[in-house]
């Protein structure tokens, strides 16, 4: 076993006290809902498309994720998160939308229109705020530009129910669950940094603080790795991350190099450090994800690629914040 392995294993039994996984087990569970009105038609090739992918029969607790309703006089539940509203051509121009808007809901307007290229705003809109997004048609090819990922969003601290109920839209989760762990683990590791950075306190901390954020982060990834299996379908459990150590040893050695770098180079090698481990970790995410979409490990080569594309765009991040960190800095 290689040194990197035998290190993961290590910190994996100091971090697996702390994985709660009756917790990402309620999180799988959390109810959402998303409501469909429009065009009957693309409403039905909607919600059989978002439940496409259940090996047997669907789950009834999935189906009722979806409900179809009309636009006056409906009341939405606490668990709904988002508005579909499925049209044609000019369908969304003659709608009354303004029924919908009493929800509070943010309103996706998808026109299905034969040929025109999918498009739709960048940000999601607000509650009670519509936007429009056009698809040539109902498919997750198409709506994967946009529709996909905004639904998620919308879906915010229900992601995991939402791969798990909705399998179309699971590699959207997989990767907002792990933006959310990466953003979490460059807080950690420029947290670590600034420690070794402060005198006296650096030199009296400095080791356990560095020693601290392997764990931290090393957690994360761990409970990542879970929460993404856990929105695929696969049940909690912690043994079967066993088999993806090798993922987590090599997060290990990009730690270990961050921390060198800090040392020598000392402003600059704090955001190395975050930038480090932010990347780390969307390697983790990205490579479980890839796992269980495809049956296949990611290769090494893919993996790097994968690491130098995301680290150029953690540096700029990590800066941002290592600069709020000093006097006079942008305030938060």
């Known amino acids: 076993m290689s040194a990197a392995a035998i290190a993961a294993k290590d910190l994996f039994a100091l971090v697996r ?26 409403v039905a090739e909607m919600r059989t498309l978002l439940l496409r992918g259940h090996p047997g029969v669907i789950p009834p607790g999935a189906a009722a994720t979806l409900e179809t309703i009309a636009a006056q006089g409906t009341i939405a539940t606490p668990d709904a998160r988002a508005v579909l509203f499925m049209g044609r051509g000019r369908d969304v121009a003659g709608a009354q939308l303004s029924l919908l808007q009493p929800l509070g809901l943010p309103i996706l307007c998808i026109t299905v229109d ?43 601290g229900a992601e995991i129910a939402v791969g798990r109920a909705l399998p179309p839209l699971r590699e959207f989760v997989a ?23 402060v005198p006296i306190v650096g030199l009296v901390l400095g080791a356990m603080a560095s020693a601290g954020d392997i764990v931290a982060i090393t957690g994360i990834q761990i409970v990542l790795l879970m929460h993404v299996e856990a929105a695929y379908g696969r049940e909690p459990d912690v043994q079967r991350i066993w088999r993806l150590l090798p993922v987590i040893g090599g997060g290990l050695g990009w730690r270990a190099l961050a921390r060198e770098l800090a040392g020598f180079v000392p402003v600059a090698g704090i955001a190395i450090k975050g930038a480090i481990a932010y990347a780390g970790t969307i390697v983790v995410g990205e490579s479980v994800a890839f796992f269980l979409e495809h049956g296949d490990h990611m290769t090494k080569q893919d993996a790097a690629l994968l690491y130098e594309q ?3 765009d953690a540096m700029r991040f990590a ?3 290592v600069t709020k960190l000093r006097p006079g800095g942008a305030k938060g």
Not at 127 to 138: K, T
């Open 114 to 156: 034969a040929g025109a290229a999918p498009s739709g705003p960048v940000t999601v809109p607000l509650g009670g705020a519509w936007a429009e997004y056009v698809v040539p048609e109902l498919s997750v090819s198409a709506l994967r530009t946009r529709v996909f990922a905004h639904l998620v969003e919308c879906a915010r």
């Open 310 to 312: 995301t680290k150029a």
């Open 17 to 42: 006290k702390g994985v709660d996984t009756d917790a990402v087990g309620a999180a799988a569970r959390k109810p959402f809902r998303f409501l469909l009105c429009g065009d009957p038609g693309l």
């Open 175 to 197: 990767a907002k669950l792990t933006r959310d762990a990466a953003a979490t683990s460059l807080k950690v590791a420029i947290a670590s940094a600034v420690f070794d950075h």
């Open 319 to 321: 800066r941002e914040v």
